[in-house]
């Protein structure tokens, strides 16, 4: 007959039940469907702060599995992220002392030994804390250690009286300190569940349902074990999830059932599965454009594999929970191989415009201008036109496929500046994978509408000061420039960047007058180089080249081919920036008229580039 009985375990049991033998003979170990470590630093003081303090941090929840080698076996169901909190405090505790663990008094010793602003003082005071291994004095925790710390950052200077007085005055607050660190006697209330072990997913899901911290993912890896478990035949997938278990194990915590010796020969279920997938789409560098760059957290889900993987059999998102009584029915290495194919697809019709590499200034992270939902419609679109159900081809797939290349990039531009995925897109991916919407043309008029609507609310913007360009603009910019680039410009070395053609020094100044100006508006952009942009500094191009003109540094020749090739891809004339020449109040208005001007001339050439034609 299931039941519970409640414990009470001191700080120091719990710690002591982690380790692989425990003295106590109490052993903990993790389940497979346990949750990732998803604690912040913030969460797990705040945590440790509560212990301390004496107030509740909830029961741990333990399933008793029975004796073995001597010790008793016990599942932990509900208390990681406060288990792993505890050991990670346990193993650092200097790490979590914060400028609130020191009380005024304190504060007030040390401002009237060195004569400094408290803030610098206590900042220091804790920069040396957290220096330290931990708060016995073996470890160099001393009134003396802290009070010279302090004064060599400081430079004051105390002599040797100042020192012992400053010294001998803090040594009660340093114990005060030390004894609050101690928390292994504290007691935590421990509820100990003795019942079948089948049931602890459905525990799991159940105390956690209304739970801020267990996203559905992580309710799927409970719920989702009760299902047969299966062979893996993608090696890199089975790394991916073997290192989620390492993570777990390098907070020193043991996992039930896992053996990283045959791994590669282990059963998995569906929840890892996914995760693994997820996780291989999300760490492959060809696919950061379409999936953003990899955050390195092995433990952590990426909700793209549990998607794909969901959407690709025609299945309603908010419906995923059932997952696995599809998947069960058909052959999952067949479907994984079906999945990865049109993401790389994909990849390869968007990759022209979101992977163009011109104005690229770094390897840091890639701009994702599209939603999950937006990508994960596109690649499950390209999956139904290629495979049938029972995952063939299907016949003539390639002529769909073809027609997907030319409207797809559209499409996708079309959608993002007309804010079509804001919200969450659950519905909105599900239709499209089964309508023909993606194969059709958008048409100039219907182009118009969403141009003219997004430039509107563009030019109508108050800036006063240089801001973050706008993702969608840097976009429609890649769009037409990809065009214009030559496949050599585009691996060379040169790099090129987003400027402004009318200056934002200039623009700033004028803006104070009049509550701001739409200083980064779409048709005051444009693509320049690099060296080009930084030494014009505040100047128009053709004032920078006028006066390396009148310096002798470039003939009329030179200039006259320099600015052709520069207009070819600002698409501006001489006459069109001669207002910034002489730049006032009075020319506000003239800057307007060139940008509505300059955006007609963008509309222009992006409809020619990418061939929409009048419709």
Not at 140 to 147: C, H, K, Q, V
Not at 200 to 215: A, M, V, Y
Not at 536 to 542: F, G, L, P, S, V
Not at 559 to 587: A, G, P, V, Y
Request: aromatic share 12%; glycine share 4%.
């Amino acid at each position: 007959m299931p039941c519970t009985e409640v414990e009470s375990w001191t700080i120091n049991d719990l710690l002591d039940a982690f380790k692989q033998q425990p003295l106590k003979k109490k052993k903990i170990i993790i389940p497979q469907y346990q949750r990732n470590l998803v604690w912040n630093n913030s969460k797990k003081k705040l945590l440790i702060d509560s212990i301390k303090s004496g107030m509740p941090i909830g029961a741990f929840l333990l399933f008793n599995e029975g004796a073995e080698d001597g010790n008793i076996r016990y599942h932990l169901v509900d208390g990681l992220q406060r288990s792993t909190s505890i050991k990670n405090y346990n193993e650092n505790p200097t790490l979590f002392f914060s400028p609130d663990n020191i009380d005024k008094n304190f504060r007030n010793i040390l401002v009237e030994t060195f004569k400094d602003d408290e803030k610098k003082l206590v900042k220091l005071f804790v920069e040396w804390v957290q220096t330290l291994k931990g708060f016995n004095e073996n470890d160099g925790f001393s009134s003396y250690s802290a009070i010279t710390y302090i004064d060599e950052k400081t430079d004051n200077k105390l002599d040797k009286n100042q020192t012992k007085l400053a010294t001998n005055s803090i040594i009660t607050y340093l114990d005060e300190i030390k004894q609050l660190s101690n928390i292994n006697d504290i007691k935590v209330p421990i509820i100990i569940y003795h019942g079948n072990k089948s049931d602890l997913p459905t525990i799991f899901e159940r105390i956690n349902s209304k739970g801020t911290q267990l996203n559905k993912y992580q309710i799927y890896a409970a719920t989702w074990s009760i299902y047969d478990s299966f062979d893996i035949n993608n090696t890199e997938i089975i790394k991916k999830i073997q290192a989620k278990y390492e993570a777990l194990i390098e907070e020193g915590l043991e996992i039930d059932n896992y053996d990283p010796l045959n791994f590669n020969t282990a059963s998995f279920n569906y929840f890892e599965y996914l995760f693994g997938l997820g996780k291989l789409l999300c760490e492959d560098e060809n696919y950061s454009n379409l999936f953003g760059k990899n955050n390195n957290k092995k433990d952590q889900t990426e909700s793209i594999g549990f998607n794909l993987g969901c959407i690709c059999l025609g299945n309603d998102l908010k419906k995923m929970g059932k997952l696995p009584t599809y998947l069960q029915k058909i052959d999952l290495n067949k479907y994984e191989k079906c999945i990865l194919d049109s993401v790389k697809i994909t990849n390869k019709i968007l990759n022209p415009f979101i992977g163009f590499k011109a104005n690229t200034k770094s390897k840091g992270n890639p701009v994702i201008y599209h939603t999950e939902m937006q990508i994960i419609s596109i690649i499950g679109k390209i999956f139904k036109s290629k495979y049938d159900e029972n995952l063939n081809l299907r016949n003539g797939y390639s002529q769909s496929i073809d027609k997907l290349k030319r409207t797809i990039p559209l499409h996708y531009l079309y959608d993002i500046l007309r804010n079509y995925w804001s919200g969450t897109g659950d519905n909105k991916a599900l239709e499209l994978i089964k309508s023909d919407k993606y194969k059709t043309e958008i048409k100039q008029s219907q182009w118009d509408l969403v141009f003219d609507e997004w430039f509107e609310n563009d030019i109508s913007k108050k800036e006063k000061s240089r801001i973050t360009i706008k993702p969608q603009s840097i976009l429609l910019l890649r769009f037409i420039y990809t065009h214009l680039f030559s496949a050599h410009e585009e691996l060379s070395h040169e790099i090129y960047e987003i400027e402004h053609l009318c200056p934002v020094s200039k623009l700033k100044n004028a803006a104070k007058n009049v509550d701001g100006l739409p200083i980064s508006c779409i048709s005051n952009l444009c693509l320049i180089e690099k060296d080009l942009n930084r030494s014009k500094n505040n100047k128009t191009i053709y004032q920078y080249y006028d006066e390396r003109k009148t310096e002798g540094e470039f003939t009329e020749k030179q200039i006259k081919e320099e600015i052709e090739h520069i207009e070819s891809r600002t698409f501006t004339q001489r006459t069109d920036l001669e207002f910034m020449n002489d730049f006032k109040d009075d020319s506000i208005q003239d800057y307007y008229n060139f940008l509505e001007k300059r955006f007609y001339i963008i509309k222009d050439k992006f409809y020619k580039l990418n061939k929409i034609v009048n419709d």
